[in-house]
């Protein structure tokens, strides 16, 4: 068997290993060996005790990411013991079969995103580490789930920090455009190929959820729609009208046939545009869904980003006399302190009551030791009632 190659930390580094971190910095390190991208190494303290084990990246900004604290190998077996173990949980969350199976870091594999969508799975690897091993993990995924269906979306912009190609590819099965999936008792239609991250925002299923409590007898916008989950949401909470505002053509042509697909086409009203020129004349509302993608992309454009938050806030409370406000962050570097705090800017004196806090799903674990797992928040306020 061949040797492991090692990398010794420093000593305040050993803490941050223990506390269940699973990225180590240049300044972490000892020493930055020039292995090949997405070597597998043993970590071990000053002193030469062993810590844990991971992959290494020496062009990374990241250079070593852990997977284990056991000293076993990176293999087949242990990609799929790891499956076996996050499909447990998901199973008992969402036994309808649509659910994120590996959520990277808050599953302990960084790099590796995993979503299903019921017979389809959709993979993304991030990481040299990861594509290094795509054909155990594929593997390992084959056994554990036996999809019929694998599609590798490795087109993120991120494989190009760790020097990856982009590509999108069918490995298993046949796949030529959206499948339906079933949801609480709705239908959606998903695109594994073409489709926003892995076609589709499993994130907010506990938040559209309670979106339709709300719902009854109300004029819903539901804006940033993508392919109008939230607004299906609505619909099925007994919602007057639904108007999805959404730039793509062909996300709106997905929510449309959705909307029919579920009996839902004469209250459902798609408006292909930019949310803020639509909100300089929107109709009015008794509940406002603000979905936006994430403005603050790096902490380098953080102001700027906030400033979109901040305008689209203020365009949404403007488009209703009273109702219910869901407004929301998918940014890791937003805070939600800091949405919380330019919302209630934004108000201008209006009443605002905060009835709910909002996170990712729970198939989207948080590491505690990983902050930017918890990406998601969002708020539920009651606005002059």
Request: proline share 5%; aromatic share 10%.
């Amino acid at each position: 068997m061949a040797r492991i190659p090692e990398v010794r930390i420093r000593s305040r580094a050993v803490k941050k290993v223990l506390s269940g971190r699973l990225w180590l910095s240049r300044r972490d390190l000892l020493f930055l060996p020039e292995f090949e991208p997405g070597t597998e190494v043993r970590v071990l303290s000053p002193e030469g005790f062993f810590l844990a084990r991971g992959y290494l990246n020496p062009q990374s900004l990241i250079p070593v990411r852990l997977l284990t604290r056991r000293d076993e190998p990176l293999s087949r077996d242990f990609f799929a013991a790891r499956l076996r173990q996050a499909l447990a949980l998901r199973r008992t969350l969402y036994p309808e079969g649509c659910f994120r199976l590996i959520h990277a870091e808050g599953d302990g594999l960084p790099g590796l995103t995993v979503d299903v969508y019921g017979s389809v799975a959709v993979v993304q690897m991030t990481t040299a580490g990861i594509e290094t091993r795509r054909e155990e993990v594929l593997s390992a995924l084959e056994e554990v789930l036996s999809p019929e269906v694998v599609v590798l979306r490795n087109d993120l912009s991120v494989r190009r920090e760790e020097g990856l190609s982009l590509y999108t590819e069918v490995v298993r099965g046949r796949i030529s455009g959206p499948v339906e999936v079933e949801m609480d008792g709705l239908k959606f239609l998903v695109d594994p190929l073409r489709g926003q991250k892995t076609g589709f925002f499993l994130d907010h299923r506990e938040n559209r959820r309670f979106i339709r409590r709300l719902s009854a007898g109300r004029v819903v916008l539901d804006l940033y729609a993508y392919t109008g989950a939230f607004g299906l949401y609505a619909l099925s909470g007994g919602a007057r009208r639904v108007f999805s505002v959404e730039r793509s053509e062909e996300a709106l042509a997905l929510a449309e046939e959705t909307a029919r697909r579920n009996g839902f086409a004469d209250r459902f009203f798609p408006v292909q545009g930019r949310v803020e020129e639509f909100l300089r004349d929107a109709p009015d509302a008794e509940l406002v869904i603000l979905d936006p993608p994430a403005f603050v992309k790096s902490q380098r454009v953080f102001r700027e980003g906030l400033r979109k938050y901040q305008e689209v806030n203020r365009r949404a409370l403007s488009a209703m006399k009273r109702g219910f406000f869901f407004t929301s962050s998918c940014s890791r570097f937003v805070s939600a302190e800091d949405l919380l705090e330019l919302v209630l800017r934004e108000a201008r004196g209006r009443s605002l009551n905060l009835l709910a806090r909002h996170f990712q799903a729970p198939d989207h674990p948080q590491n505690p030791a990983h902050p930017e797992t918890l990406y998601l928040k969002g708020f539920t306020f009651a606005v002059d009632l």
